[in-house]
């Protein structure tokens, strides 16, 4: 059923300044396009366009924009937007340049922290304008992808039309993922709704773009077992500081001091890592609330800024998990060290009371042998009481060195 017609596929690459252009240049090779000025490049044969430019909102991001439109041309001639749709995704996935596919292109910059994302707009104009997006949004997929969108997420109305948000990057994933639209203009209203989508004037562009950078953001802690191996960490240095403290069959060791001041280091890292992560989203909350004025007439701006909201909110939580771990270690290490030192001080007295029996010790033997000198006629007798003595003391002071350690 050919529900709409004049058929685009718009894909925004957002990628950090610096990268852009290596980026735009493979796509234009990859797709044979020919270069134009103002870092433009196009194709007359297969309706392909890209544009590369930057936003004054975004000065540490370049925007690859390409813009597929239906190389059956319009008119009468223009098919089905399914179709349409469908052959321009299928053209960007299959781009490929000296043997390196999009995917890989894309994984790469990914893996260098060079991208914050992409989004798909899947654009038509209505032959009805009583049409509801439910009949198209299953179409508008991502890239690489067969799993069809399961619901309607946001909306917003624009001049000439309106746009959906269909499906968002998981932050699960570690593959790159897009943001998906469906927009769709009136009967009479697609230049007017492709002002809204296309170029740096663009209404959606900007606060698209706010929205992948805090995807982006969370991917980083919430993409692989990032976050379960910090919670497990956090668990395990509680347990670990609860059952120094509560113990009272061993004395802490400096071994157990090391132990812990090594695991509180490797924890002020990894609080350090997520403060940055919460500052970074707290900006692009700001950012957003700047810049959503041209798509707020809808859902989609507040179910984006709830999105960033929520995200900030679930990395704070991890920060506070972290800080009362770090208290609870660190008021164990300080009990640590006040017991090692009440040891080190209990030892040195044992070693004074040792020392001292050792004197006494000298100082009887001493006695005994001058006893044992008084006269030559009794002197292998008094030599051996003095042994005897000496002998008897010894074991007395070991008797008396073995009851102190017990009582350690």
């Given at each position: ?303 984006q800024q709830a999105y960033l909201a929520t995200s900030s909110r679930e ?60 006269d030559s006629l009794e002197k292998t007798f008094r030599k051996l009481v ?23």
């Amino acid at each position: 059923m050919n529900l709409a017609h004049r058929a685009s596929l718009i894909a925004n690459f957002y990628v950090e300044f610096e990268h852009a252009m290596p980026l735009a240049v493979w796509l234009a090779q990859a797709l044979a396009l020919g270069p134009l000025p103002n870092d433009t490049w196009d194709s007359r044969d297969t309706k392909t366009r890209l544009d590369v430019f930057t936003h004054p909102g975004a000065h540490d991001t370049k925007i690859i924009q390409l813009v597929l439109d239906d190389v059956a041309g319009e008119g009468a001639q223009s098919r089905e937007a399914a179709v349409a749709w469908l052959d321009a995704r299928q053209r960007l996935e299959n781009a490929r340049h000296e043997g390196e596919s999009l995917r890989e292109k894309l994984a790469d910059l990914d893996k260098k922290e060079m991208i914050w994302g992409y989004t798909l707009i899947y654009q038509a104009v209505l032959r009805d304008n009583n049409l509801l997006a439910e009949d198209l949004y299953p179409e508008a997929r991502q890239l690489f992808s067969s799993e069809v969108p399961q619901r309607i997420l946001a909306d917003a109305n624009l001049p000439g039309g309106k746009v959906w948000l269909v499906d968002l990057p998981l932050p699960s994933q570690e593959e790159l993922g897009g943001s998906i639209y469906l927009a769709l203009a009136n009967v009479d209203g697609n230049d007017a709704l492709m002002k809204g989508l296309v170029g740096k004037g663009a209404a959606l562009l900007l606060p698209d773009l706010i929205a992948h950078k805090g995807y982006s953001r969370k991917r980083q802690y919430a993409a692989g077992d990032l976050r379960k191996q910090y919670k497990e960490f956090v668990n395990k240095l509680n347990a670990t500081a609860e059952q120094t403290l509560n113990s009272k069959d061993s004395t802490p060791t400096e071994a157990d001091l090391e132990n812990l001041s090594t695991k509180t280091g490797n924890l002020l890292g990894m609080l350090s890592f997520f403060n940055g992560i919460k500052v970074e989203l707290g900006q692009q909350i700001t950012n957003y609330e700047q810049w959503k004025g041209g798509i707020s007439e809808g859902t989609l701006a507040d179910f984006q800024q709830a999105y960033l909201a929520t995200s900030s909110r679930e990395v704070e939580l991890l920060i506070e998990l972290g800080r009362g771990a770090f208290e609870m270690t660190r008021i164990t290490v300080e009990v640590i060290r006040a017991r090692l030192a009440h040891v080190a001080e209990e030892r040195e007295k044992r070693v004074e009371n040792f020392i001292g029996c050792a004197g006494l010790l000298a100082g009887l033997f001493q006695v005994a042998l001058a006893f044992a000198d008084a006269d030559s006629l009794e002197k292998t007798f008094r030599k051996l009481v003095a042994v005897c003595l000496t002998i008897l003391i010894f074991f007395l002071i070991l008797f008396a060195w073995r009851k102190m350690q017990r009582q350690k």
